[in-house]
């Protein structure tokens, strides 16, 4: 009788701690930025990823609102990992493990291979580092980061001096702090301010992890301030993310209140039971021996001969999809082969491509979501049956996306060929694509400057491991909104290499009759001639860049009245008049530097010029992305697109999509 309460009380626990973490899981952390280090890293399997493990996982257990721990070398590896976390001062110990659990949880994803990473969310920062960063105020891999939120600010004239005496305070606050009685130290502090002359109370804080020494960590929040100065002057709030510290204000109350503080009694989740195995469950029943080999006989017969026929069938089953390898890909058929799905682990991956598991139409056939059987999520692509169209494109993204690998590309994991099926596999990538989050009619959420910045980023990344990774150069031709996948920390992925040409490296452009990609993608000299080379793709890729700052469809002739020109021409005037302001997305809240958008802009104009070799390399571009300090080339005149002699008359027909007007795949149109 107690045992069973004894069980339906555990019951009920598990239950209530499961509810609990699924109820705190769900939206408490608000991603902010990520810092990896791209050249320090290590390698899949080593001794330093089994001590990472170790250390994120001593983190993510610890109960507090800061902890540093380190992770001696082990296993033959040479590198100390040095780790912490600090949560922001107001935030309950509840909030601050899950924000560490989700950064936890996240980092490998963000930061893949990479030595060093910093992450911050809005209620804490996690880091690690092969090198001992702690006491120190650190200054790599950037000096900090700026937000900025350009909302109103009345009162305009006093406003900047009260923000920075207020600032000045509050970090002096700080970093002088003894928080509280019995709590461990916190170096954290808030004020507030009224803004004379209006109504608006200004709030200001300032943090370090706690353990700097009072002068550093002044040091580390006079620098952060004095970036403020420059990204933020005139803004209703900015923030300055830096490594050991970080600084914040608005004109609203962003964090908890003292007096909010006292009376929340800081809670701590209960720590997931553990399951221990129950000793008192082994080693019950002795059967009769004879029994035992009769029944190990039978079975093991059952097994010999039920095995045999697997391999028999499987043989036959093999025999025959090599013969379909080799039909569809030659003399490569052959390398492949670890590549190939089974048709029946797909349906039952997909519930026999059950309505449920649709996830939507991609430009040959029907895409669905699936799960393997060891719980990995896929997305299947079902070329539509029999047509016969779309093998040419099959052919081509097996061959080249197989031989892929880079965070900004889609991972094929494989394909199926069996009987009348084409089916391509690859992984799952939660978010939607880039068109949705732009344009997207119902989208639930707007892209901050941050994640815009990531993707510009990202899909630079991408395009030039495409053009430079061997020394065969890959072409995509077909870069678009709808063809960049998201995953859920807005990371691009490319997909669709249904298109893609390979050229030699010495070649410097192609040329085909047979033109396919999308109109308003595509560079005029393509377009026009058919000439295609890695700036085809750097013209595609200015376009994407334009649209992901202005947020502006690509149309001509759709939409109504004022915006009727073309997003390039829009660009290119205000632009010209130095307005650079009025090309950013109206739905943006808040954006980083001025700097920073004004390069952005810069770069997808310099690659939407006119004459292909004005237009920067890939790598040139990531380059411009990733330094400060450089200085870009003025922007030619860009290619204005004429669309009109060139554009199939069957397009107009999309017109009455709700996102992906003028984004009609035009390659079944014309003659081969
Ligand atoms: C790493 O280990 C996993 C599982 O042990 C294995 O599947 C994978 O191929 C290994 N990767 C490398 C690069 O050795
Ligand atoms: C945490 O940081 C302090 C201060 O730098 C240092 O003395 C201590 O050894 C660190 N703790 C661990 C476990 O590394
Ligand atoms: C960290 O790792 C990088 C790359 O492996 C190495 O060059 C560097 O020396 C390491 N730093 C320390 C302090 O060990
Ligand atoms: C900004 O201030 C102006 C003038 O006070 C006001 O008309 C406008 O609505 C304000 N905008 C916002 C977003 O508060
Ligand atoms: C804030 O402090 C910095 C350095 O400590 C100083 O240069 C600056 O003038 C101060 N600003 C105000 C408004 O007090
Ligand atoms: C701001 O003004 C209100 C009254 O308008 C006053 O009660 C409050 O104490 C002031 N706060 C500060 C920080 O001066």
């Known amino acids: 009788m107690t045992t069973m309460v004894m069980a339906s ?16 899981s769900e939206s408490q952390t608000t991603f902010l930025f990520n810092a990896c280090s791209s050249t320090k890293t290590f390698t899949a399997n080593s001794s330093f990823q089994s001590d990472l493990t170790t250390l994120l996982s001593s983190l993510s257990s610890a109960n507090t609102d800061f902890y540093n721990t380190t ?34 949880q996240r980092v490998p994803s963000m930061c893949g291979f990479s030595k060093e990473a910093i992450i911050w969310y ?28 350009t909302g109103n600010v009345s009162g305009q004239a006093n406003f900047k001096s009260i923000m920075f005496t207020t600032m000045n305070k509050t970090a002096d606050e700080a970093a002088a702090a003894k928080h509280g009685l019995g709590e461990k130290m ?24 706690p353990d700097l020494s009072p002068g550093d960590c002044r040091k580390c929040l006079d620098g952060a301030i004095g970036r403020l100065s420059s990204c933020c002057e005139g803004m209703a709030g900015g923030r300055v993310l830096c490594p050991s510290c970080n600084v914040r204000y608005e004109v609203f109350r962003f964090y908890r209140s003292d007096d909010q503080l006292v009376g929340t009694p800081t809670s701590i989740l209960p720590s997931p039971p553990t399951l221990s195995s129950d000793p008192r469950v082994k080693g019950k029943g002795k059967s ?11 079975v093991g017969t059952a097994i010999v001969f039920g095995f045999a026929y697997y391999l028999l069938k499987h043989r036959m089953k093999k025999s025959r999809r ?3 390898r080799q039909k569809y890909f030659g003399s490569e058929g052959t390398s492949l082969e670890p590549l190939e799905f089974n048709l029946a682990t797909i349906e039952s991956a997909t519930n026999k491509f059950s309505e449920e598991s649709r996830l939507g139409k991609g430009g040959f056939g029907q895409v669905y979501k699936g799960i393997l059987s060891n719980g990995q999520n896929i997305a299947v692509k079902r070329l539509s049956k029999g047509s016969g169209q779309g093998a040419e494109e099959f052919k081509n993204e097996v061959l080249f996306i197989a031989r892929l690998q880079h965070i900004n590309l889609v991972t094929l994991l494989g394909f199926c060929i069996e009987g009348q099926e084409k089916i391509l596999v690859y992984e799952y990538v939660p978010n939607r694509s880039l068109d949705y989050f732009l344009f997207g009619s119902g989208k639930s959420k707007v892209l901050n400057w941050l994640e815009r910045c990531k993707i510009i980023g990202g899909v630079a990344r991408g395009i030039l491991y ?3 990774h061997s020394r065969l150069k890959i072409i995509h031709r077909d870069l678009k909104p709808s063809n960049i996948l998201l995953d859920d920390e807005m ?22 009759n047979r033109i396919a990609g999308t109109y308003g993608y595509m560079s005029p000299e393509y377009a026009m001639f058919g000439k295609y080379s890695e700036k085809s793709d750097v013209f595609s890729f200015g376009i994407i860049t334009l649209q992901i700052i202005s947020g502006r469809k690509n149309t001509n002739c759709h939409e109504q009245s004022k915006d009727a020109y073309s997003l390039i021409s829009y660009v290119w005037n205000q632009w010209r008049d130095e307005k650079f302001l009025e090309i950013l997305d109206p739905n943006l809240k808040e954006f980083g530097s001025y700097n920073e958008v004004t390069k952005c802009i810069q770069i997808g104009l310099l690659c939407v010029q006119k004459n292909p070799d004005l237009r920067p390399s890939m790598a040139k571009v990531v380059h411009y992305l990733t330094n400060d300090s450089i200085q870009l080339p003025f922007p030619q005149e860009p290619a204005f697109l004429l669309l009109g002699p060139m554009e199939p008359s069957t397009s107009g027909s999309a017109s009455n999509e709700s996102y992906s007007i003028n984004e009609v795949s035009v390659s079944e149109f014309l003659p081969r």
């Open 322 to 324: 090599a013969v379909l």
């Open 9 to 24: 009380h555990r019951a009920f626990f598990l239950l209530f701690s499961f509810l609990l973490r699924f109820l705190f």
């Open 466 to 468: 495409l053009h430079d």
């Open 122 to 149: 809005d209620e804490c920062l996690l880091r690690y580092s092969n090198r001992s960063f702690f006491s120190t105020v650190d200054t790599s891999p950037q000096t900090g980061f700026p937000l900025w939120n």
């Open 71 to 104: 992770v001696a070398a082990g296993g033959g590896g040479e590198d100390t990992i040095y780790g912490l976390f600090m949560c922001r001062g107001d935030v309950t110990l509840q909030v601050c493990r899950q924000c560490v659990g989700t950064a936890v």
């Open 288 to 298: 009769a021996p004879i029994i035992v080999i009769v029944v190990v006989c039978i």
């Open 186 to 209: 916190k170096k954290y502090a808030t004020k507030e301010a009224n803004i004379s002359g209006s109504h608006q109370t200004l709030y200001s804080l300032a943090q370090c992890t």
């Open 491 to 512: 990371n691009p992925k490319i997909s669709d290499f249904g298109l893609a040409k390979m050229v030699a490296i010495s070649e410097n452009e192609g040329k085909t």
